[in-house]
């Protein structure tokens, strides 16, 4: 079993950063692949990033803007967002998965067993 615990959004402006953090425990051979999905209003869960052994993977309308990192010592994934625009309002989830990350699986959610329960990102002016 993994636990996943999200934190980190808040309300910001246009162009304003954020950085949210994922805090993971229970079994380490079940999230070799951590992710970091969103859902927006009226819209369907997709892909934002994923990291996992010493490789990321972004969806195209986040490079240059958003990146992902981790602590292990701290058992923590990073998503460092700057530059942020009103589209990327939505809740954001931490997920993992026991195998390795792979950029097929960023816009599979439906391939990762753990989620976490989400932190709230708003961008207005």
């Known amino acids: 079993q993994v636990q996943l615990v999200e934190s980190g959004g808040d309300s910001v402006e246009i162009g304003g950063s954020l950085r949210l953090s994922c805090v993971a425990s229970g079994d380490t051979d079940s999230r070799r692949c951590i992710g970091w999905f969103r859902q927006g209003p009226g819209k369907e869960r997709e892909g934002v990033a994923l990291?996992?052994?010493?490789?990321?993977y972004y969806v195209d309308s986040v490079k240059g803007r958003f990146i992902i990192s981790h602590n292990n010592a701290k058992n923590t994934v990073y998503l460092q967002m700057n530059d942020l625009k009103p589209e990327d309002t939505a809740l954001y989830y931490c997920a993992a998965r026991r195998a390795p990350c792979g950029n097929y699986y960023i816009s599979r959610p439906g391939e990762f067993a753990y989620w976490g329960q989400g932190t709230q990102v708003s961008v207005s002016n």
């Open positions: 990291i996992g052994g010493g490789v990321t």
